[in-house]
């Protein structure tokens, strides 16, 4: 069972908004910046979001990212079919000395 | 542009070892840290530990300490993750990553992937 806690499962439909919550504790998302990843079927991860919310030039503004305390949220705005991927959030943790990923979220868009 | 590419697909043996490359390419800096991460079958993202090439100090997550060696040839840019006593629950699919500063150390660039099967 990882630390950071996220659902297994997501869905939307096309055009759609949706939220994918991370929880952690304080000696990880309370202390340090989080990262959002998107792995799409047989490929390897994308980098999304960093320091929190912050946007690589490349990853369109339809991706968000937002933190509260020791919990963090990845929104997507404007669904579409090719965000169909499992998206995980990936914080340091002080205490364990380590890079910890949440479980990841399956996305489905209906 | 930085690219990581990695070695093939390797079949090992239970009890056996395995060492896997990621040769970068397009003028990223040796100071920038390299980390590994493997993914099980249907299984999430695991942190292995990550190593500066430039220096080759390592860092090992708690799981893999004492199984685990990461190491870098200057001279071909290549760094390699060594594993020993291999077993089953080995099987996985093995990312190397470049943690960029100026993101705040996000794994930015990935490897393709190599697939190690332990049977």
């Known amino acids: 069972q990882s630390v950071l806690t996220q659902p297994p499962s997501a869905s939307g439909t096309p055009g759609q908004r949706v939220s994918i919550s991370c929880s952690g504790s304080?000696?990880?998302?309370?202390?340090?910046?989080v990262f959002w990843y998107q792995q799409l079927p047989g490929a390897a991860p994308r980098l999304l979001i960093f320091?929190?919310?912050q946007r690589p030039s490349e990853v369109p503004d339809r991706f968000s990212g937002s933190k509260s305390g020791t919990s963090a949220s990845l929104a997507l705005s404007g669904l579409r079919s090719e965000d169909e991927a499992t998206y995980y959030c990936?914080?340091?943790?002080?205490?364990?000395?380590?890079?910890?990923f949440g479980e990841g979220t399956k996305l489905t868009v209906l | 542009q930085v690219q990581l590419v990695q070695s093939g697909a390797e079949v090992k043996t239970p009890g056996s070892s395995v060492k896997v490359s990621c040769r970068s390419s397009?003028?990223?800096?040796?100071?920038?840290?390299i980390s590994w991460v493997r993914q099980a079958p249907g299984q999430g993202l695991e942190w292995m530990g990550a190593?500066?090439?430039?220096?080759?100090?390592?860092d090992y997550a708690q799981k893999f300490q004492g199984r685990v060696t990461l190491t870098a040839d200057e001279s071909t840019t290549t760094v390699y993750m060594a594993l020993i006593g291999l077993g089953a629950a080995d099987t996985a699919i093995y990312y190397c990553?470049?943690?960029?500063?100026?993101?705040?150390?996000?794994?930015?660039?990935w490897g393709q992937g190599t697939m190690v099967t332990v049977s």
């Open positions: 304080s000696s990880n998302i309370g202390n340090n910046v």
């Open positions: 190593i500066i090439p430039f220096s080759e100090t390592a």
């Open positions: 990553a470049e943690n960029n500063p100026s993101l705040r150390n996000a794994f930015h660039v």
């Open positions: 397009g003028g990223t800096s040796r100071r920038h840290a």
């Open positions: 320091r929190d919310d």
């Open positions: 990936s914080v340091w943790d002080d205490r364990l000395s380590a890079w910890l």
